[in-house]
């Protein structure tokens, strides 16, 4: 007998479709579930870290008689913990947005333009007592 491998065939293009479509369907598949376990993990971090372990150890020894609630109460835990994420999020960039208007508003009154880009980097901030600028004048 020989070792030899087997000789390939060119195979149809339907089937080279069918094949590709089917590792395409499997690649995803294994993706979406390698997704769901990381996410399995994340809730119960999240959760525990929003209301801290041991008060999750006392929920958990609550629910001993409804053991159907724990997803729910470690699903609901995990929301709020990203709710919670985001919105602060949502601020610090607010807080950021208006900030950089009130600086902007600033700039504007005191010298009558704002500065853009890497020119307001170099610029020195502008004196109090400045000299009016001829080109409001004219």
């Not at 590792?23 to 294994?30: A, L, N």
């Not at 109460?73 to 919670?84: H, K, N, T, Y």
């Not at 601020?91 to 950089?100: E, K, N, S, W």
């Not at 333009?113 to 004048?137: C, E, L, M, N, T």
Request: positive net charge; hydrophobic residues 45%; charged residues 30%.
């Amino acid at each position: 007998m020989s070792t030899s491998l087997p000789i390939r065939r060119p195979r149809s293009r339907a089937r080279r479709r069918i094949a590709l479509a089917r590792s395409r369907v499997r690649r995803r598949v294994r993706r979406l579930t390698r997704r769901l376990l990381v996410l399995g993990g994340w809730t119960w971090l999240a959760a525990g870290s929003l209301v801290g372990f041991e008060v999750l150890e006392m929920l958990f020894g609550t629910l001993a008689l409804a053991p159907e609630f724990i997803p729910l109460l470690v699903i609901g835990l995990a929301g709020a913990w990203f709710l919670r994420d985001r919105l602060r999020r949502l601020a610090r960039r607010l807080r950021l947005l208006l900030l950089r208007r009130r600086i902007a508003r600033r700039l504007r009154r005191s010298c009558g333009r704002v500065p853009r880009g890497r020119a307001a980097q170099a610029q020195p901030a502008p004196r109090a007592y400045a000299a009016p600028d001829p080109r409001i004048d004219a």
